[in-house]
């Protein structure tokens, strides 16, 4: 029996553990324990995502909370640490690249414990990111290494890891889409915000470089609010771009208007269904870029660069920078030419988990 321990820690980790703990769940050869950092613990950025997409309770839940991220990096560390040396585990599974991904990888490494990296070889080349600071760092301590997308491959052969650790799986939160699909379609959450479907855009916000600086912030959210008399904008707030609007003064921009309807975060069926029905999505996401791609539905990426070509090359995705002129720009752009919607990523097919299972047991 192959032990493994899989860690969550943040929102856009649970949908990528929840069909890796499935498959898991199917197979007689291994045994999993789900350890959650408590990185996120909102009851709608943590519980809403294990009821609804069928997580099992965490065997263990580190409550590690909000700090900086020295601190939360290092508290993962400490708490996760006597967790291994008693669970003894064969594999440390991490997904994605949030501090519970690098602290956790960090951990198991130094105790010869193997890690297996679930979204490896993404890169923003961006180090100003937190995220691919932990991607590179993950990646450089990984024993098996999961890949999305062709980019990663040749990001990892630069890199110098071994091809023989690189495994092209294609992408477990395309899994937990098609599986979810159906159950999204019954939401009601379109009569709850009384939107018409293909009839508003869709907007969600929470990058550290976009939501942290109140000049950056403004000109973001006065490109929405041109947006917004064009269509109805639905934009469930992360709890962090929520905070700083209040702390920057700016809470003006959070109260309830016709036209930009800000609302709290949202579980993944309501989410789904808001994404499905939109006429366009806004985001500085990472993994909403993904699922607008599999979805065929135009997405405007609030950067100047992304760790997921794909999503470019392959999919509805086009960088619109972060000024109001960028912005709406992109928007009209998009509206007067939407992008072609007929093209799949190689592997993008649902089955990513089980290719990932597989690995697992033939590493071994
Ligand atoms: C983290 C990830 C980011 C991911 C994002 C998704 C890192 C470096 N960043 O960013 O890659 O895209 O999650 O949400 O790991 N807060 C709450 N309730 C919660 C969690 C957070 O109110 O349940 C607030 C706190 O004020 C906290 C702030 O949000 O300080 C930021 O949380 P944190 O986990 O540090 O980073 P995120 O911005 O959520």
Same mark, same amino acid.
């Given at each position: ?25 199917? =197979?007689?050869?291994? $045994?999993?324990? %789900? ?14 995502? /294990?009821?609804? %997409? ?70 923003? /080349? ?10 590179? &760092? ?5 024993? %098996?290494? /999961?890949?999305? @997308?062709?980019?990663? !491959?040749?990001? %990892? ?18 899994? +937990? ?17 009384? !939107? ?7 907007? +969600? !916000?929470?990058?550290? @470089? ?8 403004? *000109? ?7 947006? *917004? ?5 639905? /934009? ?58 599999? !979805?065929?539905?135009?997405? &405007? ?14 999919? +509805? ?5 972060? =000024?109001?002129? +960028? ?10 030419? #939407? #992008? ?5 990523? $190689? ?18």
């Amino acid at each position: 029996m192959l032990k493994t321990i899989c860690v969550c820690g943040a929102r856009p980790n649970f949908m990528k553990v929840a069909p890796i703990v499935e498959a898991c769940a199917r =197979s007689s050869e291994i $045994e999993v324990l %789900l350890v959650h950092t408590g990185q996120h613990y909102d009851k709608n950025m943590s519980r809403i995502f /294990f009821d609804e %997409l069928e997580l099992p309770e965490p065997d263990i839940n580190l409550e590690v909370g909000s700090s900086s991220h020295a601190a939360q990096t290092a508290e993962v560390m400490r708490r996760f640490e006597p967790v291994c040396l008693e669970y003894h585990p064969d594999w440390v599974v991490v997904v994605g690249d949030v501090n519970s991904t690098l602290a956790a990888a960090l951990v198991a490494a130094k105790l010869g414990v193997s890690v297996a990296h679930v979204e490896a070889g993404l890169r923003s /080349f961006d180090r100003a990111m937190p995220e691919e600071i932990n991607r590179v &760092l993950t990646d450089a301590i990984s024993n %098996l290494l /999961f890949v999305t @997308e062709r980019s990663g !491959l040749e990001n %990892l052969k630069r890199e110098g890891i071994a091809d023989s650790k690189v495994k092209f799986v294609g992408n477990v939160m395309i899994d +937990t889409v098609m599986r979810h699909r159906p159950r999204a379609e019954a939401s009601s959450i379109l009569e709850r915000l009384e !939107l018409a479907p293909k009839g508003y855009v869709m907007v +969600t !916000l929470h990058r550290p @470089e976009n939501v942290d600086a109140a000049g950056t912030l403004t *000109s973001i959210l006065r490109a929405l609010e041109v947006i *917004s008399a064009d269509q109805p904008v639905a /934009f469930p707030m992360h709890p962090r771009t929520r905070g700083n609007l209040t702390g920057m003064g700016l809470a003006g921009w959070v109260s309830p208007s016709a036209n930009l309807r800000i609302i709290d975060p949202l579980g993944y069926v309501d989410f789904l269904k808001l994404m499905l029905d939109a006429s366009l999505v806004l985001t500085d996401s990472g993994g909403i870029q993904e699922e607008t791609t599999i !979805l065929g539905l135009p997405c &405007l990426t609030l950067r100047d660069n992304t760790e997921r070509p794909v999503t470019i090359t392959q999919g +509805t995705n086009r960088l619109a920078g972060r =000024s109001t002129d +960028t912005i709406i720009a992109a928007y009209r752009a998009v509206r007067a030419h #939407p #992008p072609a919607t007929d093209h799949v990523p $190689e592997l993008w097919d649902g089955h990513a988990a089980d290719r990932i299972l597989t690995s697992l047991l033939a590493a071994d």
